[in-house]
């Protein structure tokens, strides 16, 4: 079966630190990967997705930036936090055809 | 752009059942998902429709009506622990799993 699995699950960070949080995908092969993010009580904002090695779209004009360096593994970076980066950070992936994505455990990021 | 308008809250008594509606208007369109989602905790997947009609799981169904560009998730029998909060979803490329999501119902059961 696959497994999906996302870490750290939370973290505080100042403002101007840098990110990494990082995720990875067992179980499958060449999946799509996805990076949203929630802000408190709202809906999920897609960030980034990826069909393969390399290859990232990217969805929102931001400071945030994210890699696949291996098939099964995408990375969420920052070089420098704002404020406005917190919130509960979701990865997730779906078959390339497939109809359904899958959420990781989620990290909650705080930027103080 | 691309938006989805869902009601932002809904309350209903153990045992009723509720209907949240989803009207979508996108750019692409391969289907329509609906999620749960507990506090604190991540989306988990419920219902996809890609053709219009009902699709029934359990005590959840599911309806679309592509052109009406809406949607339903239908929750009957109501229970405690369906108290959560449900997004729809758009598929807006055929290719990828690509999701655009609404901005979620708080769904709150009473006794």
């Known amino acids: 079966s696959q497994t999906i699995h996302q870490w750290p699950a939370t973290l505080v960070q100042p403002v101007g630190s840098p990110l990494s949080l990082e995720c990875t995908v067992e179980?499958?092969?060449?999946?799509?990967l996805y990076w949203y993010r929630q802000a408190a009580g709202r809906g999920l904002q897609l960030l980034f997705y990826?069909?393969?090695?390399?290859?990232i779209s990217s969805e929102v004009p931001q400071n945030l930036s994210a890699s696949r360096p291996q098939d099964r593994q995408f990375i969420l970076s920052s070089k420098k936090l704002l404020l406005s980066d917190s919130g509960f950070y979701l990865c997730?992936?779906?078959?390339?055809?497939?109809?359904?994505?899958?959420f990781g455990e989620g990290s909650w990021l705080t930027v103080v | 752009g691309q938006s989805l308008e869902q009601p932002s809250e809904v309350t209903a008594v153990e045992g009723a059942i509720v209907q949240i509606n989803c009207t979508y208007q996108?750019?692409?369109?391969?289907?329509l998902s609906w999620y749960q989602q507990h506090d604190g905790g991540a989306p988990t997947f419920l219902s996809y429709?890609?053709?219009?009609g009902l699709e029934e799981t359990g005590r959840f169904s599911s309806f679309l009506s592509r052109s009406d560009s809406y949607g339903y998730l239908l929750l009957q029998e109501l229970q405690m622990k369906d108290s959560a909060s449900y997004f729809c979803?758009?598929?807006?490329?055929?290719?990828?799993?690509?999701?655009?999501f609404g901005q979620g119902t708080t769904l709150q059961v009473k006794p």
């Open positions: 996108t750019s692409g369109f391969y289907g």
């Open positions: 990826s069909v393969g090695i390399g290859q």
């Open positions: 179980g499958t092969s060449n999946p799509n």
């Open positions: 997730a992936w779906s078959r390339g055809s497939g109809n359904t994505i899958y």
């Open positions: 429709n890609a053709l219009d």
């Open positions: 979803a758009v598929r807006v490329m055929s290719n990828t799993g690509k999701l655009i």
